[in-house]
């Protein structure tokens, strides 16, 4: 019996010694190889097999990607997708309980181990630890702090956290504000009624209760990164730098190098609010102007909500179905555009509008190149540009596009669209010299297709109307014997 087991022995031995020299890596897995149990409130519970050289969070952050990215590829439909992020993509961090096989137990934070790394709280693992996950219920169980720090937010509360750790939460304090130095601690009641105001040094550890909402009290100032951006035909196009609703325009085009020989001055454009917004969120890098709560402009913030302006719009109006189409076209193009008849020629004379325009944090300025062209376009046999000259005449115009078109209706419909602000201006006869400028628009009206079903119920609504009237008026002879 004992040479038996002396034989075994020798063989696991030299087993494991094969096993260290050809694969050390997993030598020491098999060797150092433990279980540990997920319970409580987490995206997965059991047990699981870890390794003695893991740690808390090492554990618990596989165990929960690879069960969200588990869930995620059930995801049939975007509604399911949700429904998964909303289970799947959070738990608690704080106030975790790990018991130990040998009755002992503790309690980690691994909120607070990811933002100091201290590995008090991500101890080693150990064969038969439990770890147990409070439930996350940040609606109810939370203290929220803002104001003048690092990063606003809103954390699991935790029995003993106090003011210090809603700071350390939140990143610390800004040192861009001035004059912090107190804090606002406003505790509501439990019916929500009343709420509770205390003002606190920020240095001190003030203890804190569930559902604090904490305000770190500042002097505001107005240093931010002030901004315009310019492009197009300048010399120099770009970010601008400007101060706080105190620049002229013709500042910021002089930093800008001053217009191009090439550029429209009148054509010039002006974005502000919300087109402008819209512009840096889907076109230019996000981070490019800060938009915190505190520098986006009252302008800014009037047009966050483009619905609501419409609407408000519309509160009082008496307008009828027909009305209310232009008019939404008119307002878009309101709110998108800043000045439409702004003109860059004039922003060095003095007392004149241009002259005198403050852009604002946010605006955006563009300048076209000089086309030096008119667009004929319509009915007419070749559309496109053709070289401007005051010489010429509309009927000049039409003549080098070639004529009409069989589809064109004809002299009795041609419009001017002036380049400008787009205005429709009906050309009648005796007004064919009626002056031309550069970037102006020539519209030879077309006679629409109709198929033979549309002059078929056009007949039939005509004689169902004829018929109505002249029923009517039989009975009305009937009736009076005249």
Known sequence: MKKALIIIFISISVYAQDLNISNPQLSTMILSQISVTIGGDFVTEGTFDAS???????????????????????ARDNQ????????????????????HIDGSSQKIDLAKFRLDGDYINNPY??????????????DRNFISIDG?????????FVEGDDLQTAIFFARGINLAYNDVTKAEISRISDDGKTEETKIVPINEKYPLKRGDRIRVLFTENNKRDYKVLVLGEVKSPGFISITKDNTKISEVIKKAGNFTDEASKEFGTILRGYSSTKYYENV???????????SMSSFNYLFENEKLEYFKMLRTANLTLEDSLMFAIDNNLRSMEFSPNFNFANIDKEGTYENNFIVKDGDIIFIPTEENRVYVWGGVKNPGYYTFSENLSIQNYLEQAGGFTETAIGEDEIYLIKGKNRDWIKIEPEMSNY????????????????????????TGAIASIVGTVITTLYLIYTATGK
Do not use: C, H, W
């Not at 399911?80 to 018991?99: C, F, G, P, S, T």
């Not at 693992?125 to 940040?138: Q, R, Y």
């Not at 720090?149 to 809103?154: D, E, G, L, M, R």
């Open 80 to 99: 399911m997708l949700k429904q998964v992020q909303q289970k799947y993509d959070n738990y608690a961090k704080r106030n975790i309980e790990i018991k």
């Open 125 to 138: 693992l150990k064969n038969g630890d439990v770890i147990i996950f409070p439930t996350l219920d940040l």
């Open 148 to 156: 003048a720090v690092n990063n606003p937010t809103k954390i699991q």
């Open 52 to 74: 003695s050289s893991e740690r808390v969070d090492q554990l618990v952050t596989r165990l929960f990607n690879l069960t969200r990215q588990a869930m995620y590829s059930t």
């Open 284 to 294: 230019m890098i996000k981070n490019q102007f800060s938009t915190d709560i505190y």
């Open 435 to 458: 002056k031309i400028e550069s970037g102006d628009y020539i519209y030879a009206k077309k006679t629409p297709t109709r198929s033979f079903d549309f002059y078929l119920r056009r």
